[in-house]
C-alpha cells in the first residue's frame, strides 16, 4: 500500500549521468506533491550578451562553445540563421557534408547516453564503471560507436569537440574524397553494433508510463530532419522556423538558471528523439524504421522510459545514413558560398541530440550582430520534465524512498539533459540611483 500518513522528502544535491549542475526537490505531504522543483542552478554563461558586437562570421566558433557534446547543433543552427539573413543558397553537396558532421555528431552523443548514462539506471548498477565490471563487451561496443561519431567530427569538423572547420556558408575546406570514403569500414561496423544496441535495449526492464505529450519536431517531407525544416507538432502546429516566436514562449522560475518554454496558451510541449521519431517516422532510414518495429515500436510512442530505445534506432538511422552520404561524396568546390553583407533579422533550427534547438539573430549593415536569442532543448523540456515527475510520483509510491528517488532520476536521464547547455541566458535589469 502506498505510504500516505508520513511526510516524505527527497533531495538530490546534484544529479548524476547529466550534463552540467543541477538538483531535484520533491515533498510529499499525505500522499500530495507540495513541491516539486527540477532546479537548474548552475550559473548562466552570457552567451547572447557577448555575441552582440561580434562579426556574424564568428557565431559558427562562439557558439560551438556552449557544448563539448554537441556544438556541431549550435554551429548548424546558427549558419542557418545567418545564411537566411544573407539570402544565401547552400548548394546540395555541401548540406550533404553539413549532415555527415551532424550525423557524427548524433553518433558519439546518443552512444555515450545510450551506454554509460542511462542504461545503468534499467539494470540497476550506479555508473558506466560498475556497469562495465559485468559487461565489457557491452560498454567496449558503445565506446567504439562513440568513438567512430568522433572520427567523423574529426574528419569533416577539423577536431572532434569544438569544430573549427565549419562556418557560415559552408566549410572551410572540404575533406578528400579518399579520406571520407575511408570511414566506411568504421560505419559498416557501427551499423551492425547500432542494430545489436537496439535489441539490447528493447529488452531492458521498461517502467510502465504513459504521458499525453505535445511532440514538438522539425520536419522535412524528403528526410528524417536532422539540419533544418518546418517546425511541427503532433497538436497540430506547422510553422517556419521564423515563427518560434508567435508560438512558443519563455518565462523565468525562481529555482531555474534556464528560462522555461511553453506553446502559447496550452503549456508543455516535449523535445527530442520521441519527438523526432512521432514527427518524422515515415522518414526513417528504412533500416531504423524496420528496427524500430522489430523492437516492438510504433510510430509513435508516449512511454518516456523508451527513449533510450528510440535514441538507438537513431542511432541505425545515423549510421545507415551516413554510409549512403559516404558512398556518394564528391567533395563539393567551393567549399562554401558568400553573399554581400545585409542587415536583418535571421532564425535557424536544427535538431541537437537532445532535440530541437532554435537560434535568432540581428546584425547591422556591417555584419555585427546587434541582438542574439537562443532557445536549448534542455530549456524547452524543462517544464516537460517537471510534469513527468508528478505524473510519476503516484504510481510508485509503494517503493521505498531510496527505490523512488532512484525512478526519478531515471526519469529525468530520459531526457538526456544537457544543463549547460540550458544556462547560458542573461537578461539584466540594471538602475542606477545617486
Known amino acids: 500500500m502506498p505510504r500516505t500518513d508520513t511526510a516524505r522528502t527527497f533531495h538530490v544535491a ?120 559485468d559487461h565489457q563487451e557491452v560498454v567496449a561496443r558503445g565506446l567504439r560507436l562513440k568513438k567512430i561519431g568522433n572520427a567523423i567530427m574529426t574528419l569533416v569538423g577539423g577536431r572532434e569537440i569544438h569544430p573549427i572547420n565549419p562556418r557560415v556558408g559552408g566549410f572551410w575546406k572540404a575533406p578528400a574524397e579518399a579520406a571520407v570514403r575511408a570511414l566506411g569500414d568504421d560505419l559498416d561496423w557501427a551499423l551492425d553494433a547500432a542494430l545489436e544496441t537496439v535489441r539490447w535495449v528493447a529488452q531492458l526492464p521498461i517502467p510502465a508510463l504513459e504521458v499525453d505529450y505535445e511532440f514538438v519536431a522539425l520536419h522535412d517531407p524528403d528526410e528524417y530532419a536532422v539540419i533544418d525544416g518546418r517546425i511541427r507538432s503532433t497538436g497540430g502546429i506547422d510553422i517556419a522556423v521564423d515563427e518560434w516566436g508567435e508560438v512558443f514562449e519563455e518565462s523565468h522560475v525562481e529555482w531555474s538558471n534556464a528560462l522555461h518554454a511553453k506553446i502559447k496558451g496550452r503549456g508543455t510541449y516535449h523535445v527530442g528523439p520521441l519527438a523526432r521519431y512521432a514527427i518524422g517516422f515515415e522518414q526513417l532510414h528504412p533500416l531504423a524504421r524496420k528496427a524500430a518495429e522489430e523492437a516492438g515500436l510504433g510510430p509513435v510512442e508516449h512511454n518516456p522510459f523508451k527513449s533510450i530505445v528510440v535514441r538507438a534506432v537513431e542511432l541505425v538511422h545515423a549510421a545507415a545514413t551516413s554510409l549512403d552520404i559516404v558512398g556518394r561524396y564528391r567533395p563539393p568546390r567551393p567549399s562554401h558560398v558568400e553573399a554581400p553583407v545585409r542587415a536583418g533579422i535571421g532564425h535557424g533550427a536544427s535538431e541537437a541530440p537532445r532535440g530541437l534547438l532554435y537560434h535568432r539573430y540581428e546584425i547591422d549593415g556591417e555584419g555585427l550582430i546587434t541582438d542574439a536569442r537562443i532557445v536549448p532543448p534542455t530549456a524547452q523540456n524543462q517544464p516537460q520534465i517537471e510534469a513527468d515527475l508528478r505524473g510519476l510520483i503516484p504510481t510508485i509510491l509503494e517503493l521505498s524512498d531510496e527505490e523512488i528517488q532512484w525512478r526519478l532520476e531515471q526519469a529525468i536521464r530520459n531526457y538526456d539533459p544537457c544543463i549547460s547547455c540550458a544556462t547560458h541566458f542573461l537578461r539584466v535589469n540594471l538602475e542606477r540611483r545617486s
Do not use: K
Request: hydrophobic share 40%.
Open 14 to 133: 546534484e544529479l548524476t549521468r547529466v550534463e552540467g549542475e543541477g538538483s531535484l526537490d520533491v515533498v510529499l505531504e499525505r500522499g500530495e506533491i507540495t513541491q516539486l522543483r527540477f532546479g537548474i542552478f548552475e550559473a548562466p554563461r552570457f552567451y547572447e550578451a557577448f555575441l552582440r558586437g561580434r562579426d556574424h562570421r564568428e557565431v559558427t566558433d562562439i557558439t560551438a562553445r556552449i557544448c563539448g557534446i554537441c556544438p556541431v547543433a549550435y554551429q548548424t543552427s546558427s549558419a542557418n540563421a545567418m545564411e537566411q539573413i544573407l539570402g544565401l543558397s547552400v548548394p546540395d553537396a555541401i548540406l550533404d557534408l553539413r549532415r555527415l558532421l551532424y550525423l557524427g555528431e548524433w553518433l558519439e552523443s546518443h552512444a555515450l547516453h545510450v551506454y554509460l548514462l542511462h542504461a545503468p539506471d534499467f539494470l540497476g548498477y550506479r555508473s558506466g564503471i560498475e556497469l562495465a565490471r
